[in-house]
């Protein structure tokens, strides 16, 4: 009898060992399993959560969501998942990135399943309106369209995020990146806050880092903490190029990484089998981009059409200060509820005049360089043909009293001689003076007489425009100084440092050479 019960003792641990190691087995199918499974670090949990309550903490229909039944089950009430069915349903997506399971990817798992279900629920009704967004941007690079995921676990999907680190948008760029993919940052308007193009400079960005590494693991690693620590962390390892070997290499942070967009996929696919049910997306799901050639403000939109300033921001992020910044030939787009494009396209020109003078004052705005030559180079303020005084420096003189002698304002006496922000003059100096020609001869006791000229006289011929530089053609018989004469507020230091010349190269100016000049 003894016998008979140490024997069936013995087959019961035998049968529970092998048990344990088919499991084992099915999980190893994947990848080897790491001796020790490291906890989620605090860091990784914080941003997370300071990306998510960014986006959601003025989302109403979260309070209602919260009374649900699928939210309010506490943590212990929800069903454990074993290893080998988190194995089977990673194996069944059939994805295109190696899905590799672990300790350490279970803990993100139940991470998102269990304690963030909240968060999980909100992110799929946005998922509804970013996800065609980011899948047709990969599917037109021929990359995997699990690639999605990865704003989930960079901004929670709030297209507004912005780290400690000034990491911004769903894709988190740093500003060098960013402007690296060509992405418009300035004063006005920042793309890594727009959808669209933040996408794009993503993918590209993805792109260039897998012709680098051939591993879309390595590329999801690198996208976090850059080419450089994934190369370091290869070196150390003795060149393996497996995430999980040179995993204890990376920095701390990014050894989550890989395990979240795991976890993150994971919990998008089955989130139904875990009680997880999408929150309503408050952002219109149907929406049309039109391109807007001036600039126009938010509350324009808002007062002539019925649609609310906070909507325009969540379908336009990118414009922070609610201008859209277009004009001087520069298009932005407008995105657009579908509902509400009809009704920019019949008022656009009310909309447009609406308060104009008060969000926008185009008084000083000049788009052709050579109006503001015009503006500049004569009597401004005097309208009609003008007569062309020179004026002799005496002694005792000072600019305000010469202007007085004229009537003419200090400022205009400054633009046309060229003067320098002290406006230094010195005895015996010929200073040009316009005033207008009916009265030249009230003057002429005062100063030279050369002339009548109109607006159009003596401007500076420009034949090329790039940007905010014109091309000048130098004539023979100039140089710098006289150059810069023709140019109101301009030296020739100036046009030296725009070209590049040195000190040494002053003399070399040669007739039909053309100069940068900054208007």
Known sequence: M???????????CVNGVAQRNDMKRDTLSVVQILSVAE??????????????TQWHKHMKNEVAYGDSVYVVEKQDQVMPVSDSLYLMRLDSLHSAITLSYNDIVRNFIEMYVVKKRLQVASMLGLSEYYFPIFEEALAANCMPLELKYLPVIESALNPVAR???????????MYYTGRQYKLEINSYIDERYDPVKSTEAAVRY???LYSIYNDWILVIAAYNCGPGNVNKAIRRSGGKKNYWDIYYHLPRETRGYVPAFIA?????????????????CNLPLLCDTLLVNEALHFEQLSKNMAISI??????????????I???FGKSYALKLPYNHVATFIDRQDTIFAYNRKKYFDDSDRVANPNDRFRRYAHASSI????????????SGDVPGTIAAKFNVSLNDLKYWNNLNRRMTIRVGQKLVVYVSQKNAAKYASKAKYEGKVNNETNVPQVETIDGEFIYYTVKRGENLWTIAKKYPGVSNRDIMKWNGISESKVKDLKPGQKLKIKI
């Open 39 to 52: 906890p989620i670090p605090g860091e990784f949990l914080q941003m997370i959560d300071e990306a998510y």
């Open 2 to 12: 003894r016998w008979l019960v140490l024997f069936v003792v013995l087959g019961w």
């Open 163 to 173: 780290s400690r680190a000034r990491a911004c948008g769903l894709w988190q760029f």
């Open 206 to 208: 993805l792109n260039d």
């Open 310 to 323: 906070d909507e325009l921001r969540d379908v336009n992020p990118q414009y922070y200060k609610d201008i």
């Open 325 to 327: 910044p277009a004009g």
């Open 383 to 394: 309208s009609g043909d003008k007569a062309r005084l020179v004026y002799t420096v005496r």
């Open 264 to 280: 993150a996929m994971y919990a998008f696919n089955y989130a139904e089998e875990h009680h997880i049910y999408p929150l309503e």
